[in-house]
């Protein structure tokens, strides 16, 4: 399976419907309608919003990134369907925001998952990020958990 991943407008109704089934997923997770501690994403405060199509031009995954200051972001709304976990999907995302960090000349990039979601953990943690304390609007959420990841930027 080989996999196109492109940068999409937060309106775009393939990304919705990939975030749309991770919001419900997150909700059956966590049983209750809305888990997130800090304010959703939106069109206005996502940088990129990125969605990995399939050789059938079936979306199967995304991920956006918010700008948090001129350094860094945070890795927001990453998802990819049950059915095409364990394929590399969520490596490829991952993989290809980075590279949207790097050439932003950003040098960190933060996340937070939920306490529920060991394969997200176990993801970030192979992927070479590593567990910090809560921060912001996750800081005092006890369902929480928080990554980093340093990143050198492009050159230039």
Excluded at 48 to 75: N, P, S
Excluded at 118 to 146: H, K, Q
């Amino acid at each position: 399976m080989t996999l196109a991943v492109r940068a999409v407008p937060w309106d775009d109704p393939a990304g919705t419907a990939l975030r749309v089934a991770q919001q419900d997923e997150v909700s059956a997770r966590y049983g209750v309608p809305d888990s997130e501690p800090g304010p959703k994403p939106t069109a206005s405060d996502i940088t990129v919003f990125l969605v990995a199509f399939d050789d059938d031009g079936r979306a199967v995954g995304c991920g956006g990134l918010r700008t948090l200051d001129e350094t860094h972001g945070e890795i927001k709304r990453m998802y990819v369907v049950p059915e095409r976990r364990g394929t590399g999907v969520s490596t490829t995302i991952l993989s290809a925001l980075e590279g949207e960090v790097r050439s932003r000349g950003w040098t960190r990039l933060v996340l937070e998952t939920g306490d529920q979601q060991p394969d997200a953990m176990r993801l970030y943690e192979r992927e070479g990020y590593t567990r910090i304390p809560n921060f912001g609007y996750y800081a005092d959420s006890e369902l929480s958990i928080c990554y980093e990841k340093a990143l050198a930027p492009l050159e230039r």
